[in-house]
């Protein structure tokens, strides 16, 4: 009966190890892809402006350096507000504010990975 139980959970581990994984390699291709006027409506809905105000985004000194870190630093955002965007609405967010603030090029040192199918 333990024996299942360890295989159980080696399942579970597996399967959350693999979410993450599809999760993170959301690539600068499907960000580009985002409609930019549903992530502002998204982005004017949420709390971000609770944590910052726009200059976040302009200020010389900002940690986002291209589209993959800036998908990144949106799902961080996302997840530590509880937002609950779907990844689709995660790419709208990151296109409206890179056309809107950081104006990125799609191949800016990005990975050229295609979105993970499920």
Not at 23 to 35: K, N, P, R, V, Y
Not at 65 to 85: E, T
Request: proline letters at 1%.
């Amino acid at each position: 009966m333990k024996q299942q139980n360890k295989t159980g959970a080696s399942r579970g581990f597996v399967a959350m190890l693999l979410t993450t994984l599809t999760i993170s390699m959301l690539s600068s291709s499907a960000f580009a892809e985002g409609s930019a006027a549903n992530g502002k409506v998204l982005y004017d809905k949420s709390q971000c402006q609770k944590c910052h105000g726009t200059e976040v985004f302009t200020r010389e000194d900002h940690k986002v350096k291209d589209l993959a870190g800036l998908g990144k630093q949106v799902r961080m955002c996302d997840s530590q507000l509880s937002v609950n965007w779907f990844d689709d609405e995660i790419a709208d967010v990151v296109s409206y504010l890179n056309e809107s603030f950081y104006k990125f090029e799609e191949n800016d040192g990005d990975k050229k990975e295609e979105l993970p199918k499920l």
